[in-house]
């Protein structure tokens, strides 16, 4: 492929889950509500990027292997354990790059465990990275500048 030389394009990411605990609609196996995602840091759109993201539950889950093929990257489910999600970044063809890998610990439970927790505030956690593309190819360099 064509690459732009001397060109490095910096598209800023953050990455994380938000949980809420379900409160009296809580069970033994659904204590929480919690979403992951992938979005951009500076609340752009993705999609221009971003082909699909696959997201890789513990095994417990049905299906534990999600493919988000549009954004917003993000996944919402029940649960009631803490565990390592696994996020396989796909960028569209043109871009000519290969998938990014990313680790994310789904945190459920407050730090403070001072009392019950709240229905209302949940637990977030979320990390910031960057998506750098060196000497992007023309073609996805040209669509993403017309975006
Ligand atoms: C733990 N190592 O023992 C972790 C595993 C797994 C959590 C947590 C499944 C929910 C469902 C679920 O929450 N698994 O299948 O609906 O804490």
């Known amino acids: 492929v064509r690459r732009v030389k001397d060109v490095e394009m910096v598209v800023p990411i953050a990455y994380g889950t938000v949980s809420f605990w379900l409160g009296k609609k809580a069970d033994e196996y659904h204590s929480h509500k919690w ?36 954004a ?41 465990d001072t009392g019950p927790q709240s229905t209302k505030k949940p637990v977030v956690v979320e990390s910031y990275d960057e998506l750098v593309f060196s000497e992007p190819s023309e073609a996805f360099f040209s669509r993403v500048q017309k975006h």
């Open 35 to 70: 979403t992951v995602y992938v979005r951009s840091a500076l609340g752009e759109e993705l999609g221009a990027i971003i082909k699909k993201v696959v997201f890789q539950l513990h095994p417990s889950f049905n299906n534990p292997t999600r493919s988000v093929e549009a």
């Open 72 to 112: 917003p990257f993000e996944l919402t489910e029940t649960g009631w354990g803490e565990f390592e999600i696994g996020m396989t970044v796909y960028f569209h063809p043109d871009a000519s790059e290969k998938p990014l890998e990313i680790f994310h610990h789904l945190k459920l439970y407050p730090e403070d």
